[in-house]
């Protein structure tokens, strides 16, 4: 099943849109004639009353509507959460569907019964309606026997068409959901792919301009108009190049105004918590809280101590440092020196601040971020490193199991004492508070 | 002022002996094909009667045109009667107010191929007729001119709207067996200069030509909305069945940008028609259309401008009118028509969409009256004849003046002046005194009465039709744009197919 859901759900619809697109744009520019909502209302006319009109108005309301849902899942969310909004949602878009079917059923009656619309009907015309048919006929169904699809669909299918769009192609939210509401999402799929090859190319031409066009479209076929009276005619022309402008403008900021006016509506109009959700939340946040007191709380006994072990002498070797963490809870590194004494150095890059590779490859450490390579003895970037600051050197301190110091360095100058062969075997590292200040 | 160029039109019905030649000549060259076998952009209809499409003259159930309400101040607003910016839209899903294949007729041819391959048998074979639509065997029961010269009886001529204007007993009159009287009118677009199909268009596809006023629509741009169907009043755009589109009578701008004459003029049997140039203030077309009904005719003409006048000269210029248009218009023949003698009228002006095609009311209904089996042409009657006129001049108000019945009588007058004092000329058998006093009658004088007789009894072709250059030699030749560049923007482009959506 995984290989089909796969197909069908994240194939098919990336075909299906860039075929609609491409398709309808080819279509369109090289075959104008064929652009049009090919009406046969003069052919028939009652018929056509009964089917097209509550056809129409039916699936435009309901494919609206789930845009809506789609494009602002949070304000429909939102909107939804009041009970009796959700019941009217419901009702309406079952009740719009069964105006679709009823439309439907009447337009292929007449595209049956009148001898003048056949001679002028299509096969792909049957296709298109038929598959309609279906698709509404299951959108029905559904919201029948899976109720408050309105809301549900928030969490399974507006995910699913989020990724799509965001070519992260996530089947999760979709993938168990029933048969009938994957093949409402293929066939949608489907309709969309037969777009350009059918009449319902005629969606795209919708003629918004025309609310805001002059009444009069007056069109210059020469060029002397331009020249003899370029005021005239530019006026003209840019009151055309205004009007489309403005539409879109008034497009662009509807749209704006909707996600504008989602975060508005949901700050009034918002789930309004009940009390028992609400103590969960308090509850919730006064964990996180004490979480993050406890381990601030780690952090600060852990800075009062005087010495921070860092590890044993002998687990300490030149090729792969030890992490730890310093006194100003920032990484560090723990290596050993041919002489066998500590080295320990900053993990943290002088560049911009990612921590900085364990293995030493020949005596160099390696930030991956933007690749610094640091010399561990000195601390030195290459010169061709984007690091240009050396990485400091630690002071630490030797003690015996017993807690005596045996050697130490400040993290400059000299090293001060020495260690028997005995004490190297059992001597831990540490970094002590005392080298930190200043 | 905008003032703006027109190639407009008279018609001169006096003329008109309803032969129906304007009407093929236009069908064979553009409206001979599958979906536009019904279309006549040109048609001719016989009046009193119901038209083509039937009673298209029905605007309370066809919607078609402007319609104007005055306000308190004076001023109103036009607003398309089909309908306004944002029921258009429903209306693109099922319009309630276009005519359907019922109103024109099924177009049919016959079954030709039988006569050739009937199998051998006792009676004839016949070609019957078959639907050019389905392709079926029909019966004819309507056509184009069903009720051509009143189809021998007053049924359809009864149902004619015009006659509303009457009252019952003027009807009766009208009806009277031998007193029935009858007169042709053709219709073409009137390519209007306030066009209420463009303003209906929700894609935008109609347009008016800057230059010459023709009002096309562009095929590829049309989406098959029909709101224009609805919308023009006077039916004159049809819708392609076959391919989604509409389409409109084109003044057959392909001849005339190649200084030919559109067909329905060149073929007219009866020379009634005329073609020229008339200049108009394109800024002041919406307000004049925005008076009474009754002022409409006069109105209409305050718009059309003088092309002799020094400051209409210059304006034109500025507007980017050439020399060539401003000598056509200053020749042409509507011109005096319409403004010189004022005898040409425009048709249903009250639709409001400012018709550029005028006509000339016919006089023979008019004056002609049957004593004895006699024509009346004597003048006694003159000063009688136009409430005795058979055809009613309220019918002929009607339809040329939106009811201002002294718009009709002040052209019928002249009309009927120049035919006497020509008869006076011609056989001298009429008194000069009597001549005078119609002459004073007619608000005409001898020189005007020479000039309209001349160009209405025997006008050359040049004097009937001056046709200005139109603007493909301009484009192609004003060496702006080589022609392999401009093949699109001058009508020379690559044709797309013209096919059905799948
Ligand atoms: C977006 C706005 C839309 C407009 C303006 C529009 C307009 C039209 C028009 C004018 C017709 C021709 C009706 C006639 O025969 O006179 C038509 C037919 C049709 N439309 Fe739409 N439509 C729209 C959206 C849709 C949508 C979204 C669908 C389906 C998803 C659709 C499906 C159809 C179908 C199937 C027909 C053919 C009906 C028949 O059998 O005659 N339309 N539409
Ligand atoms: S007569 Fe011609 S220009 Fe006038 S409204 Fe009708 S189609 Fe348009
Ligand atoms: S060709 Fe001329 S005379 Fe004949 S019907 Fe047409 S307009 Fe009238
Ligand atoms: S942060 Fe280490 S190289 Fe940029």
């Known amino acids: ?438 | 002022m905008d003032v703006r160029a027109q190639v407009s039109m008279v018609f001169h019905l006096d003329k008109c002996i309803g032969c129906h030649t304007c009407s093929i000549a236009c069908k064979n060259v553009w409206t001979d094909r599958a979906g536009a076998e019904y279309m006549w952009w040109n048609n001719v209809e016989t009046k009193p009667g119901t038209g083509f499409p039937t009673l298209w003259e029905d605007q309370n159930h066809y919607k078609g045109g402007w319609t104007w309400k005055a306000k308190g101040n004076g001023k109103g607003r036009l607003q398309l009667r089909s309908q306004n910016k944002f029921d258009s839209f429903i209306k693109l899903f099922y319009n309630p107010n276009q005519p359907g294949l019922e109103d024109y007729y099924e177009p049919w041819t016959y079954k030709y191929q039988d006569l050739f391959d009937a199998p051998e048998g006792d009676d004839q074979p016949t070609a019957i007729p078959i639907s050019q639509i389905t392709g079926e065997p029909m019966d004819i029961n309507a056509g184009p001119n069903w009720d051509d010269d009143l189809s021998g009886s007053p049924l359809y001529a009864e149902n004619d709207l015009n006659l509303d204007a009457l009252s019952e007993e003027e009807r009766e009159q009208l009806f009277e067996i031998e007193r029935l009287s009858m007169m042709y009118l053709p219709r073409i677009c009137n390519h209007c200069a306030n066009p209420s199909c463009v303003a209906s268009c929700p894609s935008g596809a109609l347009y008016k030509r800057g230059e010459d006023g023709i009002v096309l629509i562009d095929q590829e741009i049309c989406k098959g909305w029909r709101a224009c169907v609805a919308a023009c009043p006077y039916k004159k755009i049809y819708y392609n069945w076959k391919t989604g589109k509409s389409e409109k009578c084109i003044l057959c701008y392909p001849k005339l940008e190649t200084g030919q004459i559109p067909n329905c003029f060149h073929s007219c049997v009866g020379r009634i028609r005329y073609l020229g140039v008339l200049l108009y203030d394109a800024d002041r077309v919406a307000e004049a259309m925005q008076v009474p009904d009754h002022a409409l005719v006069e109105s209409q003409r305050s718009v059309i401008l003088n092309p002799f006048d020094q400051a209409v000269i210059e304006a034109a210029k500025a507007s980017g009118i050439s020399e060539e248009f401003l000598y056509a218009a200053q020749n042409s023949p509507v011109y005096k028509y319409v403004m010189d003698w004022k005898v040409a009228l425009p048709l249903h002006i009250e639709y409001r969409t400012m018709p550029m095609l005028f006509y000339v009311p016919p006089l023979l209904p008019v004056m002609g009256k049957l004593e004895n089996g006699i024509y009346e042409h004597k003048s006694e009657a003159f000063f009688s004849t136009l409430e005795k006129s058979r055809l009613p001049i309220k019918f002929l108000a009607k339809l040329f003046a939106a009811g201002n019945e002294s718009q009709v009588e002040a052209a019928v007058r002249k009309l009927m002046a120049v035919r006497y004092y020509r008869r006076s000329v011609d056989m001298d058998d009429i008194d000069v005194v009597e001549i005078s006093k119609v002459m004073r009658e007619g608000k005409t004088t001898p020189k005007e009465a020479d000039e309209i007789y001349a160009l209405t009894a025997i006008p050359t072709i040049d004097q009937r039709f001056v046709l200005p250059p139109i603007q493909r030699e301009e484009v192609i030749g004003g060496g702006h744009c080589s022609p392999e560049a401009c093949k699109g923007c001058t009508g020379l482009g690559t044709p797309v197919a013209i096919e059905r959506g799948p």
């Open chain 1, 1 to 438: 099943m995984p290989a089909l859901d796969n197909f069908f759900l994240i194939a098919l619809p990336y075909l299906a849109v860039v075929i609609c697109l491409v398709g309808s744009y080819y279509r369109i520019k090289t075959r104008p004639m064929t652009y049009s909502a090919l009406s046969s209302q003069f052919l028939e006319s009652k018929g056509l009353m009964w089917g097209s009109l509550p056809w129409h108005i039916g699936i435009i309301t309901i494919i609206a509507a789930h845009f809506i849902a789609f494009l602002v899942p949070g304000l429909w969310q939102a909107l939804l959460s009041n009970q009796t909004v959700l019941l009217f949602v419901e009702a309406a878009g079952l009740g719009l569907s069964l105006l679709c079917l009823f439309g439907l059923a009447a337009l292929l009656l007449r595209r049956f019964t009148s001898e003048k619309v056949q001679s002028v009907t299509s096969q792909m015309d049957l296709v298109v309606l038929l598959v309609l048919l279906l698709q509404v006929a299951l959108g029905a169904h559904i919201a029948v026997s899976l109720s408050w699809g309105a809301l549900w669909s928030v969490g399974t299918t507006v995910p699913y068409l989020w990724s799509l769009l965001s070519f992260t192609p996530d089947l999760s939210m979709v993938q168990d959901l029933p048969l009938a509401v994957k093949a409402h999402i293929v066939l949608a799929w489907v309709l969309i792919l037969l777009v350009p090859f059918s009449r319902l190319i005629h969606m795209f031409a919708v003629p918004l301009e025309y609310i805001g066009r002059p009444w009069q479209n007056v069109v210059w076929v020469s060029d002397r108009r331009k020249e003899a009276a370029p005021q005239a005619f530019v006026e003209g022309e840019a009151r055309r190049y205004f009007v489309k402008g403005g539409l879109a403008a008034v497009f662009g900021l509807s749209l704006l105004s909707v996600g504008v006016f989602d975060k508005i509506f949901r700050f009034f109009f918002g789930p309004r918590l009940t009390a028992h959700q609400e103590t969960e939340l308090m509850t919730t946040r006064l964990s996180r809280l004490e979480a993050t007191s406890s381990q601030r709380k780690l952090e600060l006994e852990r800075q009062e101590n005087d010495y921070i072990l860092v590890g044993s002498l002998a687990e300490l070797n030149s090729e792969r440092g030890k992490y730890f963490i310093d006194y100003t809870m920032m990484p560090a590194l723990a290596f050993k020196t041919a002489e066998g004494l500590p080295l320990l150095i900053s993990a943290k890059c002088t560049h911009l601040g990612c921590t900085v590779g364990a293995d030493a490859v020949d005596g160099k450490i390696l930030c991956p971020c933007h690749i610094s390579y640091f010399s561990i003895d000195t601390g030195m970037p290459n010169a061709d490193s984007p690091a240009k600051t050396p990485l400091p050197h630690l002071g630490w301190v030797l003690m015996d199991t017993r807690g005596n110091q045996l050697v130490s360095y400040s993290g400059k100058g000299a090293v001060k004492g020495t260690l028997s062969e005995a004490q190297r075997a059992s001597a831990r590292v540490y970094i002590a508070k005392a080298h930190q200040i200043g």
